[in-house]
């Protein structure tokens, strides 16, 4: 059974139309992260939760913010999407964060903006 | 900061064994991990290891360190057209206490039968 997931798996956006990509987990892990993997790059942390403890990237544009209402759900908000948004974005979650605690992703939500 | 890299491409024979490679930067104590990506799929957990560690062997994985080059090679016995993926080497950022991880930019695997 899926552990972390991600909806939807696809989503189309237009320009400038804020948009927002949900992740659920059912491991009641700590930390979730989200990752934005351009197409035939590496996968890029954007931030990430420690409980209610929001910590952003120091790269991580603007643009970009989260939510995380409980321990299961976290969101990924994109307030005004360009065209250089488009990417796979991934959710990811752990334990703890420490030492060699596995992170768990979900499939992904793959960005379109038109 | 950290930096991962890893050749783009490699095609192999089905039965033949792959080779895929990774540098990495960072001289700390670390885990290095491998994860597979299939077409429009998140990223699944292979095989990591410790910094510590020269090899690390699980069924058809094998995992060789070489710490004082930083390079990793992930070696796939007997390659199966299912392998075919994209392969990331990953390195967990010590330097943080959540567990960043910092990707390569990932290997296409492509098994012909």
């Known amino acids: 059974d899926a552990m972390v997931i991600q909806n939807p798996r696809y989503q189309v956006t237009q320009f400038g139309k804020p948009v927002t990509l949900s992740c659920s987990q059912t491991?009641?892990?700590?930390?979730m992260y989200w990752y934005q993997q351009k197409s035939s790059q590496a996968p890029k942390l954007l931030f990430h939760y420690y409980d209610k403890d929001f910590n952003n990237e120091a790269d991580t544009p603007d643009n970009f913010q989260s939510r995380r209402p409980n321990t299961s759900f976290c969101f990924l908000d994109i307030r005004s999407p360009g065209l250089g948004d488009a990417a796979m974005y991934l959710c990811?979650?752990?334990?703890?964060?420490?030492?060699?605690?596995?992170?768990?992703f979900g499939q992904g939500t793959r960005l379109t903006v038109v | 900061g950290e930096d991962v890299e890893q050749s783009l491409f490699l095609s192999v024979r089905e039965g033949d064994s792959s080779v895929i490679n990774c540098t990495y930067t960072?001289?700390?104590?670390?885990?290095l991990y491998w994860y597979k990506q299939e077409p429009g799929a998140g990223l699944q957990l292979l095989t990591y290891?410790?910094?510590?560690?020269d090899m690390k062997q699980d069924q058809r994985l094998t995992v060789l360190l070489n710490k004082k080059d930083k390079h990793l090679s992930l070696r796939i016995a007997d390659t199966q057209t299912g392998d075919s993926a994209i392969y990331f080497c990953a390195e967990k950022d010590f330097g943080t206490s959540y567990g960043k991880l910092t990707f390569g930019q990932g290997t296409i695997l492509t098994v012909h039968p």
């Open positions: 290891i410790f910094s510590n560690m």
């Open positions: 491991l009641n892990h700590n930390v």
């Open positions: 960072d001289s700390s104590s670390t885990y």
């Open positions: 990811a979650t752990s334990r703890d964060g420490t030492g060699n605690t596995e992170a768990f």
